[in-house]
């Protein structure tokens, strides 16, 4: 990225610690209007700082990814070099304290997965995969060695992390995952790592792979950090998964594992059981649950403009019809409760009071309603929607798969219904 460009987004937003501050921004007008593009002025529940950084993403966002993605999409390739700019910009692991992040809010974090899912919902993956999956995970939870070493080169896109979780048998039971590390026969400190994992971003060209893997002796569940400088030929191979119907601007692929040698000090010393994973996961779910709502609010953008433009029955504009405005009316409502929800539980996450549920009710409620609404409003484009030059039909094709990852919508209306009624419905 230019140094010119550079100068349009003021890197000290980022790179300064956010100041915890009440003051808001403030709508002062003789005669209120209604804002279609933010119904009910959810900025005013922002700090100027977090007002900044979500302008600085979007700025970005718009001028750097938008004019790429549609071809990128075509051809189902990701650039690297993507996360670089993302890191100069103080993008990546933007939450976290140190180590060369930016140290924000929780909200503002949001508002960045916001301004990138609102181009596309693949290049949101790629840097929450990053940012939130493995950083988070290697923060949270890894030895400060390991902090030290990686979550700087990370943060500026240098190094590249993929999270290893999901396998071909287990998708939403990650419990009973058959990845296995065992104890190197000869070598003292070394474990070896054997299973593979499936449908993960980033790993056809992630230099460090958080992999979860249960322990041969105890059965229990830990996080593994693995570096593939350090895997000897034939022990760990990330083919990349080819033909998708989704999130094509996005890289995905496999993990296999076979005997990889990982150093103790590799793994995570003090947490075991799935608790380590769904710590990141919660993470990476508040930013799909904010991203996704950036995603809607581009299909309604484009819908409206379509309509607006196209002619139909006497020379009428589509927006003329009330089936039309209705679609638009029920979309941008389902945008502006989703996204006021997003804000209210990244202040409550900031101040420790977040619960799992929580996150569990926005990722479910606005994946949910981000895909309903764009199948819905890619009805206002009839045939002219197969056309990707339209992008509405690129948007549903990858809200199913936000839909679907991270927890499944139905996975987290059992865990809704367990924190409601009390009683365990998953088996």
Not at 313 to 335: C, E, H, M, R, W
């Amino acid at each position: 990225m230019s140094r010119l460009l550079l100068g349009h987004f003021p890197r000290s937003l980022l790179h300064a610690p956010l100041r915890r501050t009440t003051s808001i921004r403030t709508y002062a007008s003789a005669t209120p209007q209604f804002d279609w593009q933010d119904p009910l002025l959810s900025k005013t529940l922002l700090t100027s700082e977090e007002i900044a950084i979500g302008e600085t993403a979007e700025r970005y966002c718009q001028e750097r990814l938008l004019p790429r993605v549609l071809q990128a999409y075509r051809d189902e390739n990701y650039d690297p070099l993507i996360l670089r700019e993302m890191g100069e910009l103080g993008l990546l692991g933007a939450t976290i304290e140190g180590y060369g992040c930016a140290g924000v809010s929780t909200v503002a974090g949001g508002l960045i997965t916001r301004a990138v899912e609102r181009v596309d919902s693949g290049y949101r993956s790629g840097m929450s995969v990053q940012s939130s999956l493995v950083m988070g995970g290697i923060h949270e939870f890894g030895p400060e060695e390991l902090k030290e070493r990686l979550l700087p080169g990370m943060a500026r896109g240098e190094i590249l992390g993929a999270f290893g979780l999901t396998e071909p048998n287990h998708g939403s039971d990650p419990g009973s995952m058959e990845t296995v590390a065992r104890a190197h026969p000869s070598k003292k400190g070394v474990y070896l790592l054997s299973g593979t994992k499936t449908w993960i971003t980033n790993s056809p060209i992630a230099d460090v792979l958080l992999v979860w893997a249960k322990l041969e002796t105890t059965g229990k569940i830990r996080g593994f950090v693995v570096e593939r400088k350090d895997c000897p030929t034939g022990t760990l191979e990330t083919p990349a998964i080819k033909n998708k119907n989704g999130l094509r601007a996005s890289i995905t692929g496999m993990i296999q594992m076979e005997d990889c040698p990982v150093r103790e000090e590799n793994m995570f010393p003090d947490v075991e059981g799935l608790k380590g994973p769904f710590a990141c996961l919660n993470s990476a779910r508040y930013g799909i649950a904010l991203g996704t709502m950036g995603a809607l609010e581009d299909c309604i953008s484009r819908a409206r403009n379509y309509a607006l433009e196209r002619k139909q029955f006497k020379g009428n504009p589509l927006a003329k019809y009330q089936l039309v405005q209705k679609k638009l009316a029920d979309a941008i409502t389902d945008s502006i409760y989703g996204t006021l929800a997003a804000i209210q539980v990244g202040r409550l996450k900031d101040e420790g009071k977040a619960t799992p549920e929580m996150i569990s009710l926005i990722k479910r409620q606005n994946c949910d309603r981000a895909l309903h609404n764009a199948r819905v409003l890619q009805e206002i484009f009839g045939g002219n929607a197969v056309s990707d030059e339209y992008g509405i039909g690129r948007h549903v094709a990858n809200l199913y798969v936000t839909q679907t990852y991270e927890g499944q919508s139905d996975i987290h209306s059992l865990i809704l219904g367990r924190a409601i009624t009390g009683v365990q419905a998953f088996a």
